[in-house]
Every structure is written in structure tokens, then in C-alpha cells.
């Protein structure tokens, strides 16, 4: 049932691609979390609007949608912009960047609501003694706020990581060879679509069960001596 005819490594190949895809994405993902937090907590209006345009749209568009407009939409437009100045050579955009891009800026949208309210949770108490003892916003943020943030915001972290570790077989639909991608290539060679297909979910849901005990773990570390009610 699972001889793999040779295309064994297309699955590790597969899977090696799709952790680095994964890894880049989240760290877009925190990025735009933490931007998207801070705007919506913002003193102004205007970064507060922007914020929940980002949150609202990002969130109401399917992802796959998406990945496809910023792909193709984006080779378009940046073809239009060239030829406005004189450039007629094709352009195209990497696959791969287009990939990380977009799925980091998708779930950066689900991880600005961790964030927005792992800040709120950090207790108004603190930050008050804080501005007893003469800091700024600048220190309080760098110095109370932030340091705290995570320890709030690693259980809403872990599941939009998993949940992007998955997303990242959207990437095989605009050629980006990850684990869907590669299990789809050597599965017609050797018309073993079960072998290779049921591999990959295996060590989809291997990379799972590794993320979930390391989320477990992170919130045990991050709560070490913290006292309960």
C-alpha cells in the first residue's frame, strides 16, 4: 500500500518547504498582529478605522481568493505600472513571496485580535503604578505592557499557527511545490494518489501534534510563577 516508487523524497522535500513557508508566514503574522493591536487601541481615529477596515476585509475574503487576486491581480498591475514608463518586458511575481505574504497578512488580521486583547488584559493596575512612578507611554509599552502581552496571547497564537500551518497548502494552487504541491506531482507518475495523499495528511497531522504539545508548553513557561485566584 505505501510503496512510494522512488518519490519518497518529494514528501520530505515537501514537507521541509512547507515548515519554511509556515515559520516566515507567522512571523508576518505577528508583525501585523501587533501593528494591527496597537492601531486598534490607538488615541486616534483614524489608525483605529484602519485597523478594522484591515480586520474586517481580510477576515470576510476567503483565503484562497486572495492568494489568487495578490498573484495574478498583482502581475497585472505591476505590468500596467512598468509599460506606463516604458517597460514592455514581462513581469513576474515569486510564487513563493507572493505565498508568504499573503498568508502572513491573512492571519495577521486573526492574530490583531489576540493581541488587542491580551493588551487589555494586562491590569490597568499596573500601568496606573507605572504612571505613578514617572514613565511614559513609551517605557509603560516596552516595559509592562509588552513583556506581559505574550503570556496572554500565546493560547490565541498557537491556534492561528496551526491553523496557518494548514493554510499553507493554498500555496500548491500558484505552483509553490510544499507538501499538497509535491504529494500532487508524485502521485502521477506512479498512480499511488492514496499513498502519497495520506501521507501528507500523516504528517500534516504530525506537525500538529508537535505544535500542540509546544503551545502547551510555552503557556506552562509563560505563566511560571504567576498566582492563580
Not at 495577521?108 to 496606573?128: D, H, L, M, S
Not at 500548491?172 to 506531482?185: H, N, P, W, Y
Given at each position: 500500500?505505501?510503496?512510494?516508487?522512488?518519490?519518497?523524497?518529494?514528501?520530505?522535500?515537501?514537507?521541509?518547504?512547507?515548515?519554511?513557508?509556515?515559520?516566515?508566514?507567522?512571523?508576518?503574522?505577528?508583525?501585523?498582529?501587533?501593528?494591527?493591536?496597537?492601531?486598534?487601541?490607538?488615541?486616534?481615529?483614524?489608525?483605529?478605522?484602519?485597523?478594522?477596515?484591515?480586520?474586517?476585509?481580510?477576515?470576510?475574503?476567503?483565503?484562497?481568493?486572495?492568494?489568487?487576486?495578490?498573484?495574478?491581480?498583482?502581475?497585472?498591475?505591476?505590468?500596467?505600472?512598468?509599460s506606463l514608463f516604458g517597460r514592455e518586458e514581462p513581469i513576474d511575481i515569486n510564487a513563493f513571496v507572493a505565498g508568504v505574504l499573503v498568508i502572513g497578512f491573512i492571519y495577521g488580521a486573526y492574530a490583531t485580535e489576540t493581541f488587542r486583547g491580551a493588551f487589555q488584559a494586562v491590569p490597568k493596575g499596573q500601568i496606573e503604578a507605572a504612571m505613578a512612578?514617572?514613565?511614559?507611554?513609551?517605557?509603560?509599552?516596552?516595559?509592562?505592557?509588552?513583556?506581559?502581552?505574550?503570556?496572554?496571547?500565546?493560547?490565541?497564537?498557537?491556534?492561528?499557527?496551526?491553523?496557518?500551518?494548514?493554510?499553507?497548502?493554498?500555496?500548491?494552487?500558484?505552483?509553490?511545490?510544499?507538501?499538497?504541491?509535491?504529494?500532487?506531482?508524485?502521485?502521477?507518475?506512479?498512480?499511488?494518489?492514496?499513498?502519497?495523499?495520506?501521507?501528507?495528511?500523516?504528517?500534516?497531522?504530525?506537525?500538529?501534534?508537535?505544535?500542540?504539545?509546544?503551545?502547551?508548553?510555552?503557556?506552562?513557561?509563560?505563566?511560571?510563577?504567576?498566582?492563580?485566584?
Amino acid at each position: 500500500m505505501f510503496d512510494y516508487k522512488g518519490y519518497g523524497h518529494f514528501l520530505i522535500e515537501g514537507a521541509q518547504m512547507t515548515i519554511i513557508v509556515a515559520v516566515l508566514a507567522m512571523l508576518l503574522t505577528v508583525a501585523m498582529g501587533l501593528i494591527g493591536a496597537l492601531g486598534k487601541l490607538s488615541r486616534f481615529r483614524w489608525a483605529r478605522i484602519l485597523a478594522d477596515l484591515y480586520t474586517t476585509i481580510i477576515r470576510g475574503v476567503p483565503e484562497l481568493v486572495l492568494l489568487l487576486l495578490i498573484y495574478y491581480g498583482g502581475t497585472v498591475l505591476l505590468q500596467h505600472l512598468a509599460s506606463l514608463f516604458g517597460r514592455e518586458e514581462p513581469i513576474d511575481i515569486n510564487a513563493f513571496v507572493a505565498g508568504v505574504l499573503v498568508i502572513g497578512f491573512i492571519y495577521g488580521a486573526y492574530a490583531t485580535e489576540t493581541f488587542r486583547g491580551a493588551f487589555q488584559a494586562v491590569p490597568k493596575g499596573q500601568i496606573e503604578a507605572a504612571m505613578a512612578c514617572g514613565m511614559n507611554r513609551r517605557q509603560i509599552f516596552w516595559r509592562i505592557r509588552l513583556p506581559q502581552v505574550w503570556r496572554f496571547a500565546i493560547p490565541g497564537l498557537g491556534n492561528v499557527w496551526l491553523v496557518l500551518l494548514k493554510a499553507t497548502s493554498l500555496m500548491s494552487v500558484i505552483g509553490v511545490e510544499e507538501l499538497t504541491r509535491k504529494a500532487d506531482l508524485a502521485k502521477a507518475p506512479t498512480r499511488e494518489p492514496f499513498t502519497f495523499f495520506i501521507s501528507a495528511a500523516f504528517i500534516y497531522l504530525v506537525f500538529t501534534a508537535i505544535s500542540d504539545f509546544g503551545r502547551h508548553w510555552a503557556e506552562k513557561r509563560a505563566n511560571v510563577g504567576v498566582r492563580r485566584a
